[in-house]
Structure formats: structure tokens, C-alpha cells
């Protein structure tokens, strides 16, 4: 997320109340998780498995919960609790804004898109031209969808990430405000839900399709002229490469890339990451040819046993 106006390091500290290490004007761009940090931003860690990948990330500004070496051409925010800070600042930046009308004032809709009954279309939502929205689709704040994109009935765009910090008091939830993207002639089935990225977008590229009851969590990145069939679970920060086919009651694990033209056949769980251009299968993945060879051996061990005691 990209703050509307650059930011001074001492305004950022005296909406956390923390301390700081850097100049008083360091300049803040943004803020962002380590995965889509750039120049600018601000990143969090509060975990010193993670100190030196988020000290040594394209981020400039570190909000940890340790005083240590600052890097040169980096900023400091020592915080008692990291994940908390990085919320406020989440809520300071990007408020919730309630709305009391169906379709915001705020909302841009392009020419030729029809918008059927009982869709709701949040604030500073923008749909392009030729679009077809049925009935019943709920579409949060901020999204963006291009032009020709086609959306039935139920689906859901931009609800919150599932991202959870386990405290001995209950879940505390990392609050979301990124983003939906959806580029030129994306179609989603009906009762899909895509959830927004926590500070980038979860973005699904031109032309790939989505079957019915499919789900994409948080900053995951689909790529373009993909096939993703029913009941299929993508999990956050998946990266999904080009002309991938994926069928039906597939789940991934967070965090994995999916190769180009890689075709995951269906009820395979994705437990790592695969190479494009080939076919896979099972749980935990394997490519196709194989784990149906395995399979076929397993159906001859009766056959081996009763040989041995013969």
C-alpha cells in the first residue's frame, strides 16, 4: 500500500508511539508484508527467525521489536509489539468507510457494463467497459476490474485475509486493506471468493477462468489464460504461472509457485512448489506418470503376498 502523500519517519513514530532510528524527515512511501516490499515502505518483524530477511529486504523502514544495527540507507521503528503497530498504521492509512447505498457514489463503471439486482459495489470500486456483474455479487472497496470481465451470481470480491497472530488472549486478526485485481476477460463462476491482498493485491491476469465455488486467498497472483475448476482452495501468496489448468477439488499450500502450462489434476493437494509443463497428481504432489505407477504396484501387493506364502 502506497500512502497518498510521502510520509516524514517522525510522523509514522508518533502514530505508534514507538521510538525510531533514522533522520526525523526519512522519507515513507508505503508500507507492505516482506513478499511485495519495495523501496520506500515500511515492513514488520517480530520474529528473530525473520530479523535479517525483513533487515535485509528492499524495504527502508523496519518496524521490529529489537534494537540492532540499523542498515545503511534504512530507518528503524523499535516497537514492543510489531504486528499491533503495523494494524494501526493499516487503520490509520486506510479507514474503514461504511456505506448505506448499494452502489457507491465513489464507484467508477465503465460504458456497456451491466450491473444486474442486488449487486453491491463498494467505495472507490473500479469496473471497465463491456462487463457483466449478475445478481447478488458482492464487490468490497478498492477493487479494480478491467475491461469484458464477466461475474455470476454470489461471488465475492475482496473480503479480508485469513492471516492470524496466535496470542495466549485469541486470534488477532492482521487487518487487510489491499486490493482485487481483475485484468481483461477474467470470468469468475458463481460463489467464488476472492480475498484481498493485506497491503498489495491478489490479482488474476487476462483471460483465465474460474470455475464455480473456487477460492483465492490473500496476495495471491494468478497468471494469464488459466483453467481453475470447482471447489479448488488456492491458498495466500500462491503464485500461479501462465496457461496453468487446474481441476477440480484441488487445494495449495501458502507461499508455492505453479509453473507455466503445469496441469494439476483434481483432488491433488499442491504441498510444494512444481516446474511448468508438466502434469501432476496425488498428495503430496507428484508428477502424474509416477504416482499412477505407484498406485498400480499398490494393487499388485495382495497378488505379491499370497504368492510368498504359497
Known sequence: MKFQTPQHLSKIASIIECDFVGADDFPV????????????DIVFVDHPKYYD??????????????KVACPEGKAL???????????????YFSPFEKSNISISTSAKIG????????????NNVNIGEDCLIHANVTIYDNCVLGNHVTIHSGTILGA???YYKNRPTGFDKLVSCGRVVLEDHVELGALCTIDKGVTGDTTIKEGTKLDNQVHVGHDTVIGKKCLIASQTGIAGCVIIEDEVTIWGQVGTNSGITIGKKAVIM?????????????????TPIEESREKLKQLAYVKKIPDILKRLEE
Request: charged share 20%.
Open 266 to 282: 483434481g483432488q491433488t493437494g499442491v504441498t510444494k512448489s512444481v516446474e511448468g509443463g508438466k502434469s501432476y497428481f496425488g
Open 29 to 40: 512511501l508505503g508500507m507492505n508484508e516482506i513478499h511485495v516490499v519495495a523501496a520506500g
Open 77 to 91: 521503528l523499535i516497537s514492543d509489539d510489531p504486528f499491533r503497530d503495523f494494524n494501526k498504521l493499516s487503520q
Open 160 to 162: 479480508d485475509a485469513f
Open 111 to 122: 460504458q456497456n457494463t451491466i450491473i444486474q439486482p442486488n449487486v453491491f459495489i463498494g
Open 53 to 66: 530477511k525483513a533487515l535485509a529486504s528492499k524495504a527502508t523502514v523496519v518496524l521490529i521489536n529489537k
